[in-house]
């Protein structure tokens, strides 16, 4: 018994609290000193749902149109954005971080926030992030909440839980142990320390370019974006979120600290061995998984309550991830073949 309970301890070891940025000196209607760039490929969407609570937040919006075939720019420029129009990936770089690197360059603000296409900013949110960054220095990345309103999209739960506890950022060392990435959604940065560690550039073939950013900058600051900043992921079915998770989530685990990754291994194979151990032990993972849950998404009790299921589906992803990573398959993604690395 005492083996098992203590299986179940770690997990709040490395999800042990989970900071918000809430030191705002605005009521959220004044615009704020930054330039937000959002890299955008056949996102004319969720541009839609994302520009209207962005624009009115930031002194300058930017959406790089990385060869879209939809109306992306159109809906952009209605929208009050500014549009830059992206040339082809030149040799060597990939789409999203030649897309943020041509953004960067047009910006004329001293704090660059980039943001995904499908994230969408609550009031005062962008004060938030700018505070938070101005106030931690270097980089600051904040987790966006994950909304969920269809049933496949439950099966995000342990690929974005994992995500969090193993970038190391919310352990029971707090500040003291430095995170491994960030999270690419969403990433503030000032000018000069973006310029100093050489950009996107310096990570220009890089699949999860976030983690490889994060790691050449001076000082990392991470935070949940519950009442922030949220994101719907791959809400358009579950072709779609398993070529998005499988893209890139075994580089990810690659990067995670030895301790924190040793730590997250014994605490799942104790949520594994739980269903088929005891009854009390699977209600105590499933009220320690309700707890997590609620902090980074809408899962919920449900998710929680069959958590076997959505945690044999990151099981398969992440199998099928690590495969094409060792055999350096690529994967398809918004019809570009990204390498696996």
């Known amino acids: 018994m005492a083996f098992e309970l203590a299986r179940w301890a770690l997990g709040f070891l490395v999800l042990w609290r989970m900071p918000r940025p809430t030191g705002v000196r605005s009521d959220g209607a ?186 050449r900058a001076p000082a990392v600051t991470l935070y949940g974006g519950k009442g922030v900043v949220r994101y719907r992921m791959y809400g358009d079915g579950l072709r779609s979120l398993w070529r998005g998770w499988t893209k890139n989530i075994a580089a990810g685990a690659g990067s995670t600290h030895p301790l924190v990754l040793l730590v997250v291994v014994a605490w799942m194979s104790g949520a594994i061995q739980a269903p088929f151990t005891a009854t009390w032990l699977s209600l105590m993972f499933v009220a320690q998984l309700w707890w997590f849950f609620r902090r980074i998404g809408g899962f919920g009790l449900v998710t929680a309550f069959f958590y076997p299921i959505p945690l044999a589906f990151f099981l398969v992803l992440f199998a099928a991830s690590a495969l094409k990573t060792v055999l350096r398959r690529p994967v398809e993604w918004r019809g570009r073949s990204v390498p696996t690395r």
């Open 30 to 215: 004044v615009v704020v000193d930054a330039t937000v760039v959002i890299p955008a490929r056949n996102e004319a969407r969720n541009l839609a749902l994302l520009l209207p609570t962005v624009v009115p937040q930031a002194a300058e919006v930017i959406v790089v149109d990385d060869s879209s075939s939809d109306a992306t720019a159109h809906v952009a420029e209605m929208c009050g954005a500014r549009v830059v129009r992206a040339a082809d990936p030149p040799r060597g770089w990939l789409g999203k971080p030649w897309a943020c690197h041509t953004g960067a360059g047009a910006a004329t603000r001293d704090v660059l926030v980039f943001l995904d296409a499908d994230v969408v900013v609550e009031r005062a949110g962008l004060a938030r992030i700018v505070d938070a960054q101005r106030d931690d220095g270097g980089l600051v990345s904040v987790q966006p909440w994950h909304e969920v309103h269809r049933l496949h999209e439950m099966l995000s739960a342990f690929p974005n839980l994992l995500g969090v506890m193993g970038v190391g950022a919310f352990t029971v060392l707090g500040r003291r142990l430095r995170p491994r990435g960030a999270f690419g959604p969403c990433i503030a940065i000032d000018r000069r320390t973006y310029d100093a560690i050489g950009g996107h550039e310096s990570v220009r073939d890089r699949v999860i370019e976030d983690v490889a950013l994060a790691q």
